[in-house]
Structures are given as C-alpha cells and as structure tokens.
C-alpha cells in the first residue's frame, strides 16, 4: 500500500489495483490519448528495487492527472480522493452532526452525512444560515487550530477532494475546527456580499474579530468611532471605515523565521492586498516593516523536509517534525531578482493564499468575476461553473513520511502528490529543477517604478 500525502497530512492508503481501477476510469471517459501512462503490473513479486521504482512511477503518474486541468478537476479522481480517504479513516457512511464555527465564535451545527465533500458541507451551512445561493461562491469553509488566547491558526482551505468530517475527526484534537471566512481579497466584492443581511452580518463579525485580534491596525480615535458604530449596530458603516484601516481583509499568521533582510530574523506574516507583508524583528530589536507584491513575484515554491527519525519503525510518522518552507523569487529592482525564504509550519496555506491572489487578478484581467462561482446541476449536487474552474488551485503537495532519509521536496503548482510506501525505503529523492510555481501574474518593473 502507498500512502497519500496531502497538505502535510496524511489523507489515504491505496493499493496498485486501486490506482490502476482509477486509471482505467480515467482512459474509458477521456481517452487513451489523454491520460499518462500507467506502470504496468509485473507477473512475479517485485525485488526492493523495484517496489521504490514503481512508487516512484506511480508517483509521477498521479502528479500528471493532478496536473492536466480536465483530469485533475475530474470527478472521477476526487471521488477517488474523497472515498479512499472515507476507507483509510474507517469512518462509514453515516448521519453525523457536524460544528462549523463563525468568526464571532458562534457555532452552526449541520446534519451531514460523513461522505459528504466540502461543498456539500459548505451549502448545507450556507442553508442554514439563510445565506443565498449566488452569495456561497463568496465564502469558503477552513481548518483552523485554536490557539490558547481563542484566536485561530489557519491550517488550510478545505477543498473538493476531501470530507471535511472525516478531515476534522481524524486529527483526534478538539483545538481542531472548522470556520466559515470569505475566501476573496478585493474588498470591491464586499458591496456584492453587504447586499444581503446574512452576508453583511458574517463580514461585520469577521471585521470585528479581525479588530478584537489586533489583524487590523486601528489607533485611538479610529477605535473610538468603530465603538460608537458597534453600539448604533451601523453595521455598513462599520465596515466601511474598517475598510480604510491598514491590514483590513489581510490573514495573519503564526510567528516564524525569515532570511530577509537577514537569516534567522523573526518576522509576522500577513497576506493581503494582493501583498505579503513583513513585520521583521532585526536581531537588534528594531521592528521594520516591508511589502513583497504578488505581481513582483516571479515565482515560488514550498518546500518540506523531514528528519530522520531516530525512533523505532513503527514510531508514529506524526511525531517526526516536518520543516516547511515557502520561497518566492522577487523582482526587487529592474534586473535584480532575489530569494526570499520564510520558514513556517503554515508555509502550504501561505502559498495557497499567493495562489488564490494571482487566480483573482487573473479573473479580473480577463474580464471575469466571482460571482456566481456555484451553479446547481439536475443531480442536486454542486458544480463549479465555468468561471471558477479558472480560479481553482490544484492544492495537492509533497509531504515525505518520517520513514524516509533526510530529504526536501518542491511542489509544482501546489498539484505533487506524494506516495510513500508503507514499508522502510532507503533511497534519496531528487529535487526537480522545475519544480516550482509560476506567475501568470507577473510583471517587469519599468524605469518610473524604480
């Protein structure tokens, strides 16, 4: 059996026969001609060698379909996902109540079944809270882990290859949660979700968490004015001047280390604005702050390592600390382009959110818009329109287990799967030279930039 790495976590165990029954589903709906080679099946039992060169074959195979956008965003291979998944966690097919968490800490609880997918799970709340159909494609559903001060850690966007219940139970911690956030940048698209009284009151309770948690820079006299809107309940006008305060609509995230302006120098990362912001704490204490823009950003890529385990064999993978690092290639002055490294355990959902800025950019430059991003089908079931296919992050990533030698592994475009097999393997992994994520949204910078 291989095991199936996803975001850093352990998402299934699949057999060879399972892999080839899902070739063989790709092959009959799109052709031959479209989906990858297949390793063939050998007759006799495979030497040690040879299992590594399969794994690694299989490996390849899976990042090609996760790659091509009609097999990647295929039904067939997320359904694939999603009950392997189902099977690897033993979690059968049951009616299940389900906590999902709004930013002001209220819960909505949803009956579900445990095979339900994320959109299914994403509609079920946005039904229960009244939110309407053409506002869903606005919000997206999170892993967050809860911090100690009650705030929230972001672990990752939920996606369409996974059920969220299975995903949350299977962490077996209760700091694990699942939250209700927007899931846009552009602040333009808050007029389109304030139209209605249930979207104006999930953006005016993350706004006001975003405040309480200190996300949204205010001074004194601003947070004077904020008050004097929350006792009117102006929610409108709360919103409004909230969005004039700097790091409005930004994520911040956990403390971690950067090697800019110099190794080793501790920074607090916010994404936003189409930016990542810099609070850098230089070795001397001085905090300096600085922006990196997404469109200066050439590419990047995430990248994991684990140690070797000294433990036993059959020591849990989870205990093996897995560094995670996300490193952007940024236009600082006309001809000079330099690598930023920041070191971070949220390192996946820090590219994720680069990813998701250069989707909408893309959208907006092509005239598109979010919008109706959800359209229902005959079946009952939800479907991506046409529009959101082109801001869809291919969000798969390489995570080696803690059996394997020391080693770092970049992702393509978020979309490397990673098999391991369950059995010790000793051979080293190479790092592709073109494993990293490009820019569709880059752009040079001209002399009256400089």
Known sequence: AYNIHVNGVLHCRVRYSQLLGLH????????ANVVPAFPPKKIFTLTPAEVEQRREQLEKYMQAVRQDPMLGGSETFNSFLRKAQQETQQIPTEEVVLEVLLSNGQKVKVTILTSDQTEDVLEAVASKLD??????GYFSLFLVRETKDGAFSFVRKLQEFELPYVSVTSLHNPE????????????????????????????????????????IA???????????????????????????????GYLKFDPCVTDF????????????NNELNFQVRLPNEQIKEGSFKVTRMRCWRVTSSVPMSNGPSGSSPGKS???????????MSKDRLQWVTITSPQAIMLSICLQSMVDELMVKKSGGSIRKM??????????????????????????????????????????????????HSSSANDVGANDFHGNYAFEGIGDEDL
Request: net charge positive; with cysteine; charged share 30%.
């Open 131 to 136: 939110l309407p159909d053409d506002l869903v």
């Open 321 to 331: 600390e897995v560094k995670l690092e996300l490193a952007f290639e940024y236009l």
């Open 176 to 215: 694990f949660r699942i939250i209700l956030r927007k899931s846009y940048w552009d602040s333009a698209y808050d007029d389109d979700v304030m139209e209605h009284r249930v979207g104006l009151n999930l953006l005016y309770a993350q706004t006001v968490s975003d405040i309480e948690h200190g996300w």
């Open 374 to 423: 959800f359209r229902r089908k005959v079946n009952g079931a939800l479907r991506r329109s046409d529009s959101q296919q082109a801001v869809k992050s291919p969000p798969l990533l390489d995570s080696p287990d803690a059996s394997r030698e020391p080693m770092a592994k970049l992702s393509s475009k978020l979309t490397s799967v990673s098999l391991r097999g369950i059995s």
């Open 24 to 31: 063989e589903q790709l092959r009959k709906e799109y052709g």
């Open 261 to 272: 302006p110099e190794k080793g120098c501790h920074v607090v990362v916010s994404a936003g």
């Open 218 to 248: 205010v001074n004194k006299e601003q947070h004077r004015q904020l008050k004097s809107l929350q006792e009117k309940v102006s929610k409108k006008e709360f919103i409004r001047l909230a969005q004039t305060l700097k790091y409005y």
